[in-house]
């Protein structure tokens, strides 16, 4: 397969991963959300997936957002597009090593910022208060941030960097993709089948890293508190199941941990793990 | 969404509905087959139903069967592709109708019948024994069987009509998609998630209409046994999840109703209905 098919592979993998407390699964929808639109949100991606084989991050990343919100309309993969997206780049140039993503990052430019900035118009994308300072490059301004970003020629990199210490996935950008890299290594090491090692990886990020998403939405004491919760029953699958409902009861929904696992499941994909 | 990701949706949606008594499903895997392989399968086939938008119907159905097949090497969706195909066509000419697709097929040449024998080679396709007149013509013998196909210069339509007898995926073809536009019409009509929706007119055609591949399997006595269990439990779903698993382990799988199902499903797609 090339990399734009194993990217939505892993996103269909990702979200048939069971059980995955607080997230959308294959036995669970939240209100407002549902398993069947993330099947449609990641053949929707496709077409965006194919250009950022050898197309600009930012404009291909736009691209695959503008196509995973039709029909549907919802945000069901925006973060996990955003990993994916430069490690399409990176796989389809033979380099899908840390070194190989952190140089694809790098290289963005304004225009790759200016396209993400327009991202946030195709949909919502929850984002928190931005720190004071953000002021006109405040992501929830979408494309009137542009004239902003292109004064001050941020690059997409410099962006994420702006942003990578309330945002895991932002920090993978900036961080080499190290999780995205450690999930993939888990993939292969664990037992049983696809969507099972999903979801243990899964519970596993989450125990050692509060889901910035939650953090965000509920803030860090809940983070920290649900992570708690997995870290005490990793592997039980019967409490796991029991988080999970209660996680969707009260909308505690770590979709940072979800992207990530995303990405992983793209590199180990790539890796050649069998399906 | 254009028809070749409404197709893959289509393919998506079909193996996420549950439950569909003895095929694979969300919550059911078979002993050779499992959910994964048919996600693997519908991504897979994307260039293939891409290229099926505008190119010749048995040459982009042999490809999508070669990208369904990588890199897992299951038959998953070869039946359903056969539909799709002709529909994505007439879909992309703005003639989804019966009589739209009836002139799909009915342009189809020997060099489409040739692709189709061809696209034997990519996997393990059951077919039963033919009819003793079969001979040279026998869709078991793959590639070899095209010297005679040219010989005779059988066009992919009339192949089929070989067939209609014993397999309802070819009486499709030869009957206007009868039943695919039926139960795309029964998807408008029916309550619930589209998921709920696609296990609801799964039961209702099996109810309906003995399965061809289990005929083909096990006797037509045992399909006939098989559609008339579910006939009397239909919308009983607790009888249906405890059918659904005494045909998984008989080995009793319905894998020609599920065909006429994704191409319902992809019909009603593209008439609008939501995700």
């Given at each position: 397969?090339?990399?734009?098919?194993?990217?939505?592979?892993a996103?269909?993998?990702?979200?048939?991963?069971?059980?995955?407390?607080?997230?959308?699964?294959?036995?669970?929808?939240?209100?407002?959300?549902?398993?069947?639109?993330?099947?449609?949100g990641?053949?929707?991606?496709?077409?965006g997936?194919?250009?950022?084989?050898?197309?600009?991050?930012?404009?291909?990343?736009?691209?695959?957002?503008?196509?995973?919100v039709?029909?549907?309309?919802?945000?069901?993969?925006f973060?996990?597009?955003?990993l994916?997206?430069?490690?399409?780049?990176?796989?389809?140039?033979?380099n899908?090593?840390?070194?190989g993503?952190?140089?694809?990052?790098?290289?963005?430019?304004?225009?790759?910022?200016?396209?993400f900035y327009?991202?946030f118009?195709?949909?919502?994308?929850?984002?928190?208060?931005?720190?004071?300072?953000?002021g006109?490059?405040d992501?929830?301004?979408g494309?009137?941030?542009?004239?902003?970003v292109?004064?001050?020629?941020?690059?997409?990199?410099?962006?994420?960097?702006?942003?990578?210490?309330?945002?895991?996935?932002?920090?993978?950008?900036?961080?080499?993709?190290?999780?995205?890299?450690?999930?993939?290594?888990?993939?292969?090491?664990?037992?049983?089948?696809?969507s099972?090692?999903?979801?243990?990886?899964?519970c596993?990020?989450?125990?050692?890293?509060?889901?910035?998403?939650?953090?965000?939405?509920?803030g860090?004491?809940?983070?920290?508190?649900?992570?708690?919760?997995?870290?005490?029953?990793?592997g039980?699958?019967?409490?796991?199941?029991?988080?999970a409902?209660?996680?969707?009861?009260?909308?505690?929904?770590?979709g940072?941990?979800?992207d990530?696992?995303?990405?992983?499941?793209?590199?180990?994909?790539?890796r050649?793990v069998?399906?």
């Amino acid at each position: 397969m090339r990399p734009a098919e194993n990217a939505q592979l892993a996103l269909l993998l990702e979200v048939s991963g069971t059980p995955k407390p607080g997230n959308v699964d294959r036995d669970r929808d939240l209100d407002d959300l549902r398993y069947e639109q993330f099947l449609s949100g990641a053949v929707g991606a496709g077409a965006g997936l194919r250009a950022a084989e050898s197309g600009p991050v930012g404009e291909t990343f736009e691209r695959a957002v503008q196509g995973m919100v039709d029909p549907h309309g919802e945000n069901t993969q925006f973060g996990a597009l955003l990993l994916l997206t430069p490690l399409v780049r990176a796989a389809n140039e033979e380099n899908l090593s840390p070194a190989g993503v952190d140089s694809v990052v790098k290289d963005t430019t304004v225009t790759d910022a200016a396209a993400f900035y327009r991202a946030f118009e195709h949909c919502s994308v929850f984002v928190s208060d931005p720190p004071a300072d953000a002021g006109e490059l405040d992501v929830r301004r979408g494309a009137a941030a542009v004239p902003a970003v292109e004064e001050r020629d941020l690059s997409l990199y410099e962006v994420m960097a702006l942003g990578e210490d309330e945002d895991d996935v932002a920090r993978e950008w900036t961080g080499g993709f190290e999780r995205s890299f450690r999930v993939a290594s888990r993939i292969g090491e664990l037992p049983g089948s696809l969507s099972d090692r999903t979801a243990a990886v899964f519970c596993e990020q989450l125990a050692e890293h509060p889901d910035t998403l939650v953090a965000k939405k509920h803030g860090s004491e809940t983070a920290e508190w649900a992570s708690k919760e997995i870290a005490e029953h990793l592997g039980d699958i019967d409490m796991l199941i029991s988080l999970a409902n209660s996680f969707v009861r009260r909308g505690i929904n770590p979709g940072t941990t979800a992207d990530i696992v995303a990405a992983g499941l793209f590199i180990a994909l790539e890796r050649g793990v069998e399906v």
